[in-house]
């Protein structure tokens, strides 16, 4: 009787360890102590699309390029930096704002960036240099640009010398 009890825990613990990884407890998207909402979501998707843009690319990657930045943002830039990119993002979200009253993004400038504060440009720089660097990590871009082969690569048994 003890064995069978003894399984019917594994199982259980087994069968729980493999669906709580898979639960998402919140929607919120953190960076520092901020709670980013959808509007500044929005803008870091559209910002990084803009920048570069793979629609049209069969690129797929295990995560989101949105969440690609958050995640490298809270686990590989100081606190000082994250709170430079969110003031950043706050002004130029702002920026949007004031320009364009039907809060559409405007995007006509953002190659002139001499014009906008220096928050503005470490946001913007820093969009696109992690947009860029989700990309060049991609499986599609390693394999079809670069002509990667992962390690172990082919076992050639034959060779001449």
Do not use: W
Not at 99 to 120: C, P, R, V
Not at 127 to 141: A, D, G, P, V
């Amino acid at each position: 009787m003890r064995r069978r009890d003894a399984v019917q825990n594994i199982a259980l613990i087994t069968s729980g360890s493999i669906l709580f990884p898979s639960c998402k407890f919140s929607n919120e998207y953190i960076v520092g102590d901020k709670v980013l909402d959808y509007d500044q979501l929005k803008l870091i998707k559209e910002l990084s699309e803009y920048i570069l843009p793979i629609k049209n690319l069969k690129v797929d990657n295990p995560e989101d390029l949105t969440d690609f930045i958050i995640t490298m943002l809270n686990d590989c830039y100081s606190p000082m930096d994250m709170n430079s990119y969110l003031s950043g993002l706050d002004e130029y979200n702002e920026s949007i704002k004031v320009k364009n009253n039907d809060h559409s993004l405007i995007f006509d400038n953002i190659n002139s960036l001499e014009a906008k504060s220096e928050k503005i440009k470490f946001f913007i720089n820093t969009t696109k240099n992690l947009s860029i660097t989700h990309f060049t990590t991609s499986e599609f871009y390693l394999t079809e640009y670069l002509n990667y082969e992962y390690a172990p690569s082919r076992y050639l048994g034959c060779v001449p010398i």
